[in-house]
């Protein structure tokens, strides 16, 4: 049994290491060469060009960790480091890792024919798969919905692998990450540059949970709302110094006023229709506790407790007569309120 996991292990840090090696190869190499060509050879693009061998040496020191040693330097410098024989040893160790994630996504490079698949790019389903593969490695929590919901919103979704190694490494090493965010509700965008602690999944969405360095809040930010990045993070991990930024959940969560989980939980209670309650159980990302039974024939009465007393509304209005509010009263009260509004704005629209 302990061999199994052991086998499990190592195959999961093979196909991270694997992903990470397409995702900067896509960014860094085969990206500026077509915006290159695509600008007649535009010599600002060019200069941003690494090659294979670069790319073999930065992924050797990234994945060695020694750069989160304090006193370590970034011992293998681009531009000194050219030996063959050194890129041909990393080279040959990162085969396996390309081969597996080719085998399990369709994901290949060639660098000597200068040639990358792209066509994942449009397919949502593919990349849903990759992305998982790698966020399940480092997310505080994580579930199929809320990333779902980023990859449809994210402007291109073949970016969206580049972007959570980027913040995989900007949590490990403490450096931040400048986005261009929408909050929800609003149609303007800002840039905000913040210090990255944690990837979380609750109550159907990605949230990043990070500083942001204008107010030095804590805040939590929609993935799905970032509508862009930018980080230099071969040159943060070159240059890497220490930081000292801590975080704790747990005091987020319970103390921070910022923190958009601190308002009070509230227990609602429902009665639903004995046909759906099965469904409803297996659907819903809520635990649903049965009370016992309703009043009326064939009824069950359930409790599910909240944050988020829109979410509570959406699930009534997707559910309408099969389920019924009942506890608090006030709550009931502020939804029958919004369905006469609603009422009367379609009466006004006829």
């Known amino acids: 049994m302990k061999k199994e996991k052991e086998v499990k292990s190592t195959e999961l840090y093979q196909i991270r290491y694997g992903l990470e090696a397409f995702a900067f190869a896509r960014e860094w190499i085969f990206k500026p060469n077509q915006e290159s060509l695509s600008a007649k ?23 060695s960790y020694s750069w989160l040693n304090k006193n370590h330097n970034f011992s293998k410098s681009f531009e000194s480091e050219t030996k063959t024989s050194v890129t041909e040893k990393i ?15 369709g994901l290949n490079i060639s660098f000597q024919d200068k040639t990358l698949d792209a066509t994942y790019e449009q397919n949502l389903i593919r990349i849903h798969s990759i992305c998982k593969d790698y966020l399940v490695g480092f997310a505080h929590s994580y579930n199929d919905s809320s990333l779902e919901l980023v990859i449809r919103n994210w402007n291109t979704p073949g970016d969206l692998l580049y972007f959570l190694v980027a913040i995989r490494y900007a949590i490990q090493g403490k450096f931040p990450i400048e986005i261009q965010y929408s909050k929800a509700m609003f149609l303007t965008e800002t840039a905000r540059k913040i210090y990255p602690y944690l990837i979380v999944s609750t109550e159907g969405h990605l949230s990043l949970l990070g500083k942001d360095l204008k107010d030095n809040k804590t805040k939590s930010f929609l993935v799905s709302r970032i509508k862009g990045f930018k980080i230099d993070l071969r040159n ?8 000292n930024e801590f975080f704790n959940l747990k005091d987020y969560l319970q103390s921070d006023p910022q923190a958009k989980f601190s308002k009070d939980e509230i227990t609602y209670e429902f009665e639903i229709s004995n046909r759906n309650l099965d469904f409803f159980k297996h659907t819903q990302l809520f635990d649903v506790i049965v009370i016992g039974n309703a009043k009326r024939n064939q009824w069950s009465r359930i ?14 209005f997707n559910y309408g007569t099969f389920i019924k509010l009942t506890s608090p009263q006030d709550a009931a009260d502020r939804f029958v309120k919004e369905l006469k509004e609603l009422n009367h704005f379609y009466d006004l629209e006829r």
Request: avoid cysteine.
């Open 236 to 243: 943060a991990i070159e240059n890497y110094n220490q930081g």
């Open 91 to 105: 080279r040959k160790r990162y085969e396996p890792y390309l081969s597996l994630v080719s085998q399990k996504f």
């Open 303 to 316: 409790s599910i407790s909240s944050h988020n007393e829109r979410k509570i509304f959406d699930l009534l």
């Open 41 to 63: 050879q535009d010599k600002s693009i060019k200069n941003k060009i690494i090659k294979a061998g670069e790319l073999y040496l930065f992924l050797d020191e990234l994945h």
